[in-house]
C-alpha cells in the first residue's frame, strides 16, 4: 500500500501554490487539504503540536497573528495554541506537508528534492 502524502493550508497562499506546482510538474501524487473549506481536526492538530511543536506551527508574520491581543501572543501555552489554531487555521504555518507518516512546514525547493 502507497502511504499518501498531503499538503495543508489554504488555497489562496502564495507558498502553497508554489508547493503544489512544485509536486505536480514532478508527477507526485498528493493530495490538498484546505483548512479554510475541509476545516480542521483537533486529534490531528495535536498530533501534529506533539511532532512539531505549537511554536513551530504558529505562523508569526501573519495578519492572523498580529490580529491576536498582545495579551495572548503572550500568554500561549500548548492548549491555548492549539484553541486558537482550530479557531483560526490561516495562523498555521503553510505549507504543511504529511509524508510517510511525518510532518514538514514551510515549502523550499531543496527540502522537497530531500523529501521526495
Not at 6 to 35: M, P
Not at 42 to 47: F, G, I, N, P, V
Amino acid at each position: 500500500m502507497t502511504e499518501t502524502t498531503t499538503l495543508y493550508g489554504i488555497s489562496n497562499c502564495d507558498t502553497i501554490k508554489k508547493a503544489c506546482v512544485w509536486l505536480t510538474n514532478r508527477g507526485i501524487e498528493f493530495q490538498f487539504h484546505d483548512y479554510r473549506k475541509q476545516g480542521l481536526d483537533a486529534e490531528m492538530l495535536r498530533s501534529w503540536v506533539e511532532e512539531l511543536g505549537w511554536q513551530a506551527l504558529i505562523n508569526r508574520r501573519g495578519t492572523s497573528w498580529r490580529q491576536l491581543a498582545p495579551e495572548t501572543r503572550e500568554s500561549l501555552d500548548n492548549e491555548s495554541a492549539i484553541s486558537i489554531m482550530l479557531d483560526n487555521p490561516a495562523i498555521i504555518k503553510r505549507p504543511l506537508l504529511v509524508k510517510d507518516n511525518r510532518s514538514y512546514l514551510g515549502f523550499s525547493e531543496e527540502q522537497y528534492s530531500k523529501l521526495f
